[in-house]
């Protein structure tokens, strides 16, 4: 069982007030920065990123973009997971944005972060946090394809 904030190891272990720092679904460029510097505490042992890129194929198909859209409640349903991951783990801080609109290959998709007070329970409270975001979040995939077909993906 993944360990929780009701009981820290010690003291200072106690999670922050407000853990979830940073949630957001843009139509701009991402910051891998911007999440490194929300999700950074002094009582954090660990921090584990993830980022997602446009890859230039799928399915053995070459890829030469992509869009991504989503529905209107979106946000509010990566707040609901992140408050749920908040719950499961001792994070310290979190953060996560998607991005949505066309992107090309090697534009970042989506970015997510955790603080833990070690950095076990990071790796685990971050790969938690982007697998239900890629699992329940509505968000959809449009791929285009280098010989003119598309896929959606998620849809």
Sequence with gaps: MA???DHPDHPGEQAAQDPVKLIGIRDTPLSVDEV????GDDAAGGIALFAGTVRNH???ADVDALGYSCHPSAEAEMRRIAEKVVA????RA?????RVGDLAVGDLAVVVGVSCPHRG???EACRK???DIKHVV????????SDGTDEWVGA
Excluded: C, M, S
């Excluded at 509505?138 to 394809?145: E, G, L, M, N, R």
């Design 3 to 5: 360990p929780t904030n």
């Design 36 to 39: 490194l510097r929300a999700v």
């Design 58 to 60: 799928d399915g053995g």
């Design 88 to 91: 499961e783990y001792p994070v």
């Design 94 to 98: 979190l953060a996560a944005v998607h």
């Design 121 to 123: 329970e990071a790796f």
């Design 129 to 131: 946090l982007i697998d």
């Design 138 to 145: 509505p968000i959809w995939k449009h791929q285009k394809f």
